[in-house]
């Protein structure tokens, strides 16, 4: 085992706090990485607080992981120590289901295993995640990345990156097609970014005109304050697919109407409580399709990661040191960063826990 050093949660009212915790020694398939950068996203701040009813304690969140490789067991291909490698959402899967023979291991029958808060197969050993001085992960859920700077802006990627690049891919976004990004935050301005690189017409629908600036700066063809009802009127029928990021209960019915004949509204965002139920004749008539989607499997998230490298995307992010993760989270649920806070990891050397 290794000594790991960390920030974590002991319950769901205390705030973050150095915690040092084992890590296993590298297996024959493991590497050993060294942790950078971590973004941070709000999926942390529920899981810390518990708000979804499932935290494993003491709990150290952090799945958008940037490093280094530092060692290697003696069956790993792919990697080499000095590589600079990513850690996203999950650490295994059961390998064996047909959605992980299909390269969906987000969607792993026996669900798949977080990088933190998740309970590793034949044990109950309970996964840390990235607030950490490094982190031990069998080589098929490694990343390779090939950003050659910037790497801090990269880690967000590895979640907000995939979340958003998915079902734009699954969703056919490219030339030709009228994409809506709804909301501009964490994940809706990976949205807009990687629509615009797609092709797509981007529209993004932002509740805050304040935003209008930002929005068309980051690739939008042109935003629409939701507010408003004619400027959501001009936009009736005429999209084929919508990304809707927003992550707090609001009125679906406001976007479905806005898509065409057999257009999609995809949901990404995760409220801590459920959207009000949306008329069905507004589906019915149209024959619109409300979807949702998960992250992406391991294949798909190399592939986003190789597009933004060839694309120059990153995310715009705000960096901080661990000792500013409590703080950090209350300006989240302000929604007081742009656009993604990223810790970098060197803040905590010399760190000791209590």
């Not at 493991?30 to 003491?58: F, K």
């Not at 590793?120 to 080589?139: A, F, K, P, R, W």
């Not at 936009?235 to 809707?244: E, V």
């Not at 810790?343 to 905590?348: F, K």
């Amino acid at each position: 085992m290794s000594d790991a050093l960390g920030y974590a949660a002991q319950s769901a009212s205390e705030p973050l706090a150095p915690f040092r915790f084992d890590r296993r020694e590298p297996g024959p398939q493991d590497v050993r990485i060294d942790i950078l950068y971590c973004g941070v996203c709000h999926s942390d701040l529920h899981t810390a607080r518990n708000e979804w009813n499932n935290t494993l304690y003491p709990s150290v969140p952090g799945h958008e992981i940037v490093g280094k490789v530092v060692a290697v067991g003696d069956q790993v291909g792919k990697f080499q120590v000095g590589d600079t490698v990513g850690v996203g959402c999950m650490v295994d899967s059961c390998r064996e289901c047909p959605s992980c023979g299909q390269g969906h291991e987000q969607y792993c029958d026996q669900g798949f295993i977080g990088t933190y808060n998740g309970s590793l197969y034949g044990g109950s050993e309970n996964t840390q995640g990235g607030y950490s001085d490094h982190i031990v992960v069998d080589e098929r859920y490694v990343l390779k990345i090939s950003h050659s700077d910037n790497l801090a802006a990269v880690a967000p990627l590895l979640c907000a990156g995939i979340t958003t690049y998915s079902p734009l891919r699954k969703w056919g976004a490219g030339p030709g097609k009228k994409v809506g990004v709804v909301g501009l935050g964490g994940l809706g301005h990976m949205g807009v970014k990687i629509a615009h690189a797609m092709g797509a017409e981007v529209v993004l629908f932002t509740t805050s005109p304040e935003k209008v600036k930002d929005g068309l700066a980051l690739g939008a063809d042109a935003v629409v304050v939701s507010r408003d009802p004619e400027q959501m009127a001009a936009q009736r029928d005429s999209f084929d697919f919508i990304l809707n990021t927003v992550a707090a209960p609001h009125d679906l019915d406001a976007f479905l109407t806005l898509l065409k004949l057999d257009g999609t509204m995809t949901l990404v965002g995760a409220p801590a409580t459920a959207h009000p139920s949306p008329n069905v004749f507004n589906l019915l008539m149209r024959r619109r399709s409300l979807a949702g989607s998960l992250i992406g499997g391991i294949a798909e998230t190399q592939e986003m990661l190789d597009f933004c490298a060839e694309h120059g995307i990153v995310s715009e992010i705000e960096m901080i040191a661990i000792q500013d993760i409590n703080e950090a989270y209350e300006r989240m649920l302000r929604s007081d960063v742009k656009y993604r806070f990223v810790i970098d990891m060197a803040s905590l050397s010399g760190e000791q826990a209590a």
